[in-house]
């Protein structure tokens, strides 16, 4: 195993209109000792295809899922698997890197094997910044730039983390939403706490075809909720002490309060996205 080798986690279902970009990300890391591995969920093979837009390099593999459409969690335990690296990194094929997020997050990781950023949360439509999942407010209240449980429950918006191999035994949790919160918070705790790169090195990005709109999408989300509320009281969900398992479904029951109301205001507004109902909201 090479020293200070990142495997990229990419999960991938119809992902031709973003799947490039993310990948660019990647080819522009200063830190260049990686593994990209695309667990293509819908059958598709992303390398030929990437290899047909010009990109072919030697650290992309790619692993499918053993049916179309079984998931992200699914998709990412299939990668995860085939990661050689000693460090773990997701990147969803919608999202992107800045340049200098591995290298940063690595030196950052030294501490307890855990590291995340702030993220820039961008309209995909028109490349408007919409939020940051840390306000400069909650930062100033940070002590030593650090992350723990409590702080990781002030945000709704997904984080993105840098995992030492020996901080990532667990796999993602076959739930049909949240499942990318949990793998984190399970992370931290094991970790105690998870250093904080205050700026933003990476980019979370909103669009209409995302799992967060379309038709049903509140009861598909409040049903995943309800789903891991009943696993959180049953086996726990593979966190090890009750105070954790308590904050998680503390969480999760104020994301389940959050969608309601995003819900409701939807019947009003069709085609907000919930980032932005999510920052006006919180600033009302």
Not at 34 to 57: P, R
Not at 217 to 237: K, N, P
Not at 250 to 258: A, E, V
Not at 264 to 272: G, I, Q, S, V, W
Request: proline share 2%.
């Amino acid at each position: 195993m090479q020293q200070n080798l990142v495997s990229v986690i990419t999960p991938v279902y119809q992902g031709k209109k973003t799947l490039k970009r993310a990948v660019q990300s990647l080819l522009n890391q200063s830190h260049d000792n990686w593994e990209c591995i695309i667990a293509s969920d819908d059958g598709v093979n992303y390398l030929s295809w990437l290899a047909s837009q010009g990109i072919k390099d030697e650290r992309l593999s790619i692993v499918y899922t053993d049916k179309p459409k079984s998931g992200p969690n699914r998709a990412r335990n299939k990668a995860k698997e085939h990661a050689i690296g000693n460090w773990i990194a997701p990147l969803d094929a919608d999202d992107l890197y800045y340049p200098n997020r591995l290298e940063t997050l690595l030196k950052a990781a030294a501490q307890t094997g855990v590291a995340l950023d702030n993220v820039n949360v961008i309209n995909d439509e028109n490349e408007q910044l919409i939020d940051t999942a840390f306000d400069a407010s909650y930062i100033n209240t940070l002590s030593y730039d650090r992350i723990t449980l409590s702080d990781f429950c002030h945000t709704d918006t997904p984080l993105l983390m840098l995992f030492h191999e020996s901080m990532a035994t667990h796999n993602w949790e076959n739930v049909s939403r949240g499942g990318d919160t949990l793998f984190n918070m399970r992370a931290i705790e094991k970790a105690g706490w998870a250093t904080f790169h205050t700026d933003a090195l990476h980019e979370y990005r909103v669009h209409n075809e995302s799992m967060c709109h379309g038709t049903g999408v509140g009861e598909i989300f409040q049903a995943a909720y309800e789903q891991t509320l009943f696993r959180l009281e049953q086996d726990g969900l593979g966190f090890e002490t009750e105070h954790a398992r308590r904050q998680v479904i503390q969480l999760i029951r104020q994301k389940m309060q959050l969608n309601n109301t995003y819900e409701e205001a939807r019947t009003h507004e069709p085609e907000l996205d919930f980032q932005t109902f999510r920052k006006c909201a919180y600033s009302a």
